[in-house]
């Protein structure tokens, strides 16, 4: 027999149940996007492996819609998505991919970090063959929480970059 007090309580412990299964998830986010240094790793080898897949639009992502780049191999300074995207529609046609060699992370509160260190790329010439890059990065990290128009629907976004070939 259904009754309003069991038609109450029922809804009571479906209320409850939603209430923790939501706490839950944002927990688990919070973990998933904490600026611990294996995470802010992660944020850097996802960077990584973004370019790997040579999709200009899916890097520009990555980056803060006023970020900055200076790139490896680039002249001049990129500030905006769009100053990024010119950068990395060039980057790509040289077909990258490359690997972390070594890397520090500094958090600065809980909202932004640095990632300083080296990282190799193979990068393909005019003539099509394969050089080797060493280069030295810095990457600043700002934390964003999600929505339908943030960057990255929340998470760390790339707020300045910078790269450089390793002097010999």
Same mark, same amino acid.
């Given at each position: ?27 688990? %986010? ?5 600026? $611990? ?8 080898? %996802?960077?990584?492996? $973004? ?6 639009? =899916? ?6 819609? =006023?970020?900055?780049?200076?790139? $490896?191999?680039? *002249?001049?300074? *990129? ?16 077909? &990258?991919?490359?690997?972390?060699? @070594? ?18 790329? =193979? ?24 929505? &339908?128009?943030? &960057? ?15 002097? @010999?």
């Amino acid at each position: 027999m259904i009754t309003k007090k069991s038609t109450a309580l029922n809804s009571g412990i479906a209320i409850g149940i939603a209430i923790s299964s939501v706490a839950y998830l944002i927990h688990k %986010n919070i973990l998933k996007n904490s600026n $611990t240094p294996d995470n802010i790793r992660g944020v850097i080898q %996802n960077w990584i492996d $973004t370019v790997c897949r040579h999709n200009p639009e =899916e890097i520009v992502s990555l980056y803060a819609p =006023e970020g900055v780049l200076l790139g $490896t191999v680039a *002249k001049t300074m *990129k500030v905006g998505q769009k100053d990024i995207m010119g950068y990395f529609n060039m980057f790509v046609s040289k077909k &990258p991919c490359g690997y972390i060699t @070594e890397i520090n992370v500094q958090n600065f509160g809980s909202d932004y970090a640095v990632a300083d260190g080296t990282y190799t790329f =193979e990068l393909t010439n005019d003539e099509g063959n394969i050089d080797i890059v060493p280069a030295r990065f810095t990457f600043v990290l700002r934390r964003v929480v999600g929505g &339908p128009n943030t &960057p990255n629907r929340g998470g760390w976004i790339i707020a300045s970059h910078h790269s450089s070939v390793n002097p @010999e």
